[in-house]
């Protein structure tokens, strides 16, 4: 390595540490931090995640959102935020988008020009946009961020883990079939091995209910209570399969708020509850 070349990593490393200062001294200024996972794509933990956000604004405490979903940025349009609506930026550092319910918003998909523009990027082109982020972004006063991450236990994953050690814990998202549970098997054991607590369970598209009341459980029955029994955590909840919810992710329309007497938002409701009271309860 010429010298030159080693003077200018000196200089990279550096800044990394000082970013790295940075995003411990902001999440100190927020109090509960969330991660949610799923271990596997397809499971909707985009929505899970949007519509627990929503379900706890509605509880009247200021909530955002992070989107760690580097190349499937969806978060901006579950909440509701049209194109056009961005990041803004002043000699402050960057300010987070607005979304329904004030949920304050940041991700990738509010910085690239459209929704059909990859985000083609190595793990640590990906790490540095994260570390980054957290470290520019004002988030101004935040009870709960929520931190939805792609599927998997990689880079992502890693980077939220290390960059925020005060993380309050993750909740798991995943479906009733058996090729879900034993990937959300390694969801739990990543968290375990980082000393991160599980909040609990999310099993989403638990079923389907029919005009008549007949309940049809399309991908299985009993996966995640098996598993919060198996692993010793909590189950927080099922959510039903409703096809308004797709409906309203289609049209970048937030489904708490366009149905707020549905049975999935109930649930939400529920869950948010009770992950209000985990977290609260160990202060």
């Known amino acids: 390595m010429s010298l030159d070349n080693?003077?200018?990593?000196?200089?990279?490393?550096?800044?990394?540490?000082?970013?790295?200062?940075?995003?411990?001294?902001?999440?100190?200024?927020?109090?509960?931090?969330?991660?949610v996972l799923s271990g596997k794509g397809g499971v909707g933990k985009s929505f899970v995640t949007a519509s627990l956000a929503a379900a706890l604004a509605s509880q009247g405490v200021k909530v955002a959102v992070f989107d760690a979903d580097v190349h499937g940025p969806s978060i901006p349009t579950m909440l509701g935020l049209k194109e056009g609506i961005g990041l803004t930026a002043d000699e402050n550092g960057i300010h987070p988008a607005v979304g329904a319910l004030g949920i304050k918003v940041v991700s990738i998909g509010l910085l690239i020009p459209s929704d059909s523009t990859p985000v083609i990027w190595r793990g640590p082109l990906k790490t540095g946009a994260i570390r980054q982020l957290l470290a520019q972004v004002n988030w101004g006063d935040i009870d709960y961020m929520l931190i939805d991450?792609?599927?998997?236990?990689?880079?992502?994953?890693?980077?939220?883990?290390?960059?925020?050690?005060?993380?309050?814990?993750?909740?798991?998202?995943?479906?009733?079939?058996?090729?879900?549970?034993?990937?959300?098997?390694?969801?739990?054991?990543?968290?375990?091995?980082?000393?991160?607590?599980?909040?609990?369970?999310?099993?989403?598209?638990?079923?389907?209910?029919?005009?008549?009341?007949?309940?049809?459980?399309?991908?299985?029955?009993?996966a995640a209570e098996s598993l919060a029994k198996e692993f010793n955590i909590t189950y927080l909840g099922g959510i039903p399969i409703e096809p308004k919810i797709r409906e309203s992710n289609d049209k970048g329309k937030v489904f708490f708020l366009e149905y707020p007497d549905s049975p999935a938002t109930m649930a939400f409701l529920e869950i948010a509850g009770k992950i209000r009271g985990s977290v609260e309860g160990k202060q």
Not at 13 to 34: A, D, L
Request: charge should be positive; charged fraction near 25%.
């Open 6 to 35: 080693y003077k200018e990593t000196a200089k990279r490393m550096k800044q990394i540490q000082e970013e790295q200062k940075i995003v411990v001294q902001k999440m100190k200024q927020i109090k509960y931090k969330i991660a």
């Open 149 to 222: 991450l792609p599927p998997g236990t990689g880079d992502e994953q890693l980077t939220i883990a290390q960059l925020i050690p005060s993380l309050s814990g993750t909740v798991i998202v995943t479906i009733p079939s058996d090729v879900s549970r034993v990937v959300v098997k390694k969801a739990i054991a990543f968290t375990n091995r980082l000393n991160i607590p599980v909040i609990g369970i999310i099993e989403n598209m638990t079923y389907f209910e029919c005009p008549d009341g007949t309940k049809h459980y399309i991908f299985g029955k009993g």
